[in-house]
């Protein structure tokens, strides 16, 4: 009979779904809501037992996600984390468990490396050399730039920000004149831009923006003053998200730089290898490219978020 419950039990644990258990930071942005959907269709596609907690832009909403996923004893926990320090205390919790984390999109600053097991995203400050280095071009090396940044202490906001400082310092006739955070939202990157032209008026001849969703709130700002964007205000973004490549095509926004929010299936494909004892790159970064009126018209029809 203790062999008949050994293999019963044996079984169950071979057939039950995977539990993995999700902490996004939020729903601030067309990205993502994108990068949400690839992840819950993922889960859905393979069958497993996925916990998704949106985080509404708080932390201490996703580190009470993270202990109620040890309470439950999932198999994996994958994070976003909103802003890069504070997680030491939880993942050593999860760490204690025995449970894994994968950190996806944006990293963290921890002296305890093996807190997390891996880390899969984009390499922000890539994205930020890769704008202003297209701006220097576009503008020939000259300009006033006001700056929409991302969600203070996030990943993407510090090295987006530090990348464009250090590649526009090549070009003294390039300056940012303001800089305030939009928090990544496009409500939030109007009113920034309604600031910034009731402070700066006709002295801003650029906007760089951490994300699109930010540009295109301050596109609605711009064209309220009745001034032309991409025309009288150059306008570079990052993200690459349909609409702003559309506003690409439309001569709105004059260059996108990608940060693709699809890695549902590489995430869910890492926590597979992890568990079949593969060793797995510690980081693993997306391709981004650039868009601007060159190639965006070519790649519209085919962009999936
Ligand atoms: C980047 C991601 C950023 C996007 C924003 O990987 O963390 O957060 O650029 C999103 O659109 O809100």
Redesign the pocket.
Known sequence: CAFALLTASVLSAADKPLKVGFAQTGA??A??TANSNSMKNEAAKRGIDFKFADGQGKQENQIRAIRSFIAQRVDAIVLAPIVETGWDPVLREAKRAGIPVVLI??TIQTADESLYACFI??D?YEEGRMAADWLAKKVNGTGSIVELQ?TPG?A?ANERRRAFGDAIAKYPGLKIIDSQSGD?RRAGGKEVMEAFLKKHGKAINIVYA????MALGAIQAIEQAGLKPGQDIIIVS??AIKEAIQAVIDGKINCTVE?NPLFGPKVFDTIARMRAGEKVERKSFNKDELFDSTNASAVIASREY
Do not use: T
């Open positions: 601030e942005s990205w993502r999109d944006r995203g984009s922000f991302g996030s993407p990544f951490h994300n699109d969703d990052i993200d940060c």
